[in-house]
Each structure stands twice: as structure tokens, then as C-alpha cells.
T-cell receptor
Framework: AQSVSQHNHHVILSEAASLELGCNYSYGGTVNLFWYVQYPGQHLQLLLKYFSGDPLVKGIKGFEAEFIKSKFSFNLRKPSVQWSDTAEYFCAVTRNTGKLIFGQGTTLQVKP | NAGVMQNPRHLVRRRGQEARLRCSPMKGHSHVYWYRQLPEEGLKFMVYLQKENIIDESGMPKERFSAEFPKEGPSILRIQQVVRGDSAAYFC?????????????FGDGTRLSIL
């Protein structure tokens, strides 16, 4: 079945550690890729998106993601996390209708 | 302020009652999407609407659930005869286009609890 998979369900890091969250999708053809973040009790906010062009995408708050077409992956990275990055992170894909297909989400807990 | 307004933020219903969730998209957005987030799960697409039209309802349960987006007023997600399994967070998102080439903006969600 076509899907979006996030490998890590729960990640615990200390401040200043580096972060990489995995995301793979199984759709063929052209896709648009997104990472959203949901801070506790808040709505989803867009971190970054990839539509075309440079496969290394920079987003807000120091996050970046790399689209690797051959691996069907769109992993999220941040060199040095902060306590305020504690949140749930969702990878998502759209095709031509705009509906988002989400991964299961990854809960990131950053210890001060 | 996300721009997409959902109300109520919290809704409590008893089994068998009806739940109505409202969503006003961002100004200038005519495409509305509803998603459901069950406990310990990711968001699942339910329905995609444009003004007065349902474009894609492939994620809607076959019974008890309906959605509309009238010419005037907010989009409504309606759940009839609610059951415990309907307890979830329901998120609305809007977009200026429906082709996937614009990111969606999300509301704060409605947390539905069924007693």
C-alpha cells in the first residue's frame, strides 16, 4: 500500500545533540514533501517543504531536510537541538490533489 | 494565530448524540481539508472540499460522517450518533489551491471526547 513511514516513534536527546528523523514514502512519480511540527497543545506548523529543485531544503528554526529520490526518503536534520524543539514531528506527502498523507509522527523530547 | 479558525476547541458528547465541528479557512483560501488524529496515531485524511463541492471523501467513514463547505459560512464536519471510537482530535487545514503545490495551513483542532 502507498504510505509514508517515519522510522523513529520516540526520540530522546540532550540539548546540543544532532538530530536526524527518517522519513520514507512509497509513491511513484512526482510528489511534494513536507515536514510539519506540532508543539504541545498547538496546531501543526510547516517546518519546510520540497517541491522541486535543490534537494537540500532549509526550513525554519535551523531545520533542514534532504530529498533523495533514489531512496524515496526525505529525512529531517538539525545540527544542534534545543529544549524548545520538544514536539511531535510529522512527515507528509501530497500528489496532485493536495491531500496530505502523513507518517505516524515522531515525538522528540529534548532534555535540558 | 494560525489564521484557520476551528471551533469549538473542545467538545464533549454522549454516545448517540451529534457532533458538529466548524472550520473557517484563512482569508482567500477556498480549499479545505479535514484530518483526524486518533490517540497515539498520526493524522489521517478524511475529506477535501471546495466551496459547495466535495472533491475527495475517500477518507470518510461510510456511515455517520458528513462534511459540507457552503457558499457562505464555515465548513462543517458532522458526526451523527457518535460512538466512543470517534474520540479524537479533528484538524482542518486550508490552502489557496488544491493541486498540492501550496502548503496547507492548519487550525488548532477540535478535541472531541465521547462519554
Amino acid at each position: 500500500a502507498q504510505s509514508v513511514s517515519q522510522h523513529n516513534h520516540h526520540v530522546i536527546l540532550s540539548e546540543a545533540a544532532s538530530l536526524e528523523l527518517g522519513c520514507n514514502y512509497s509513491y511513484g512519480g512526482t510528489v511534494n514533501l513536507f515536514w510539519y511540527v506540532q508543539y504541545p497543545g498547538q496546531h501543526l506548523q510547516l517546518l519546510l517543504k520540497y517541491f522541486s529543485g535543490d534537494p537540500l531544503v532549509k526550513g525554519i528554526k535551523g531545520f533542514e531536510a534532504e530529498f533523495i529520490k533514489s531512496k524515496f526518503s526525505f529525512n529531517l536534520r538539525k545540527p544542534s537541538v534545543q529544549w524548545s524543539d520538544t514536539a511531535e514531528y510529522f512527515c507528509a506527502v501530497t500528489r496532485n490533489t493536495g491531500k496530505l498523507i502523513f507518517g505516524q509522527g515522531t515525538t522528540l523530547q529534548v532534555k535540558p | 494565530n494560525a489564521g484557520v479558525m476551528q471551533n469549538p476547541r473542545h467538545l464533549v458528547r454522549r454516545r448517540g448524540q451529534e457532533a458538529r465541528l466548524r472550520c473557517s479557512p484563512m482569508k482567500g483560501h477556498s480549499h479545505v481539508y479535514w484530518y483526524r488524529q486518533l490517540p497515539e496515531e498520526g493524522l489521517k485524511f478524511m475529506v477535501y472540499l471546495q466551496k459547495e463541492n466535495i472533491i475527495d471523501e475517500s477518507g470518510m467513514p461510510k456511515e455517520r460522517f458528513s462534511a459540507e463547505f457552503p457558499k457562505e459560512g464555515p465548513s462543517i464536519l458532522r458526526i451523527q450518533q457518535v460512538v466512543r471510537g470517534d474520540s479524537a482530535a479533528y484538524f482542518c487545514a486550508s490552502s489557496p489551491q488544491g493541486d498540492g503545490n501550496q502548503p496547507q495551513h492548519f487550525g488548532d483542532g477540535t478535541r472531541l471526547s465521547i462519554l
